[in-house]
């Protein structure tokens, strides 16, 4: 993976998973791999300084708004 791409507590979590997979059996690729999949899918890609994080509302309030909005027109 291009490590530029990415913050270092990225890098470290990464690190992380990888030893973990390694523990359990998983060849070094095959566990390097898997930790940066699961990295980009937790933190929704490389730098993105809080941009690929959800938006403050939940779920609920963003089905809730889209009622209300589609009812109101008529």
Not at 30 to 38: F, G, L, N, S, V
């Amino acid at each position: 993976m291009p490590r530029g791409a990415y913050t270092a507590k990225q890098d470290r979590k990464a690190k992380h998973i990888e030893e973990g997979y390694e523990k359990r059996g998983v060849s070094k690729k095959e566990a390097e791999e898997r930790a940066w999949r699961t990295v980009n899918k937790q933190d929704k890609g490389g730098k993105n300084a809080g941009h690929g994080r959800s938006s403050s509302r939940s779920e609920a309030a963003k089905k809730g708004w889209e009622t209300r909005r589609r009812r109101s027109k008529g």
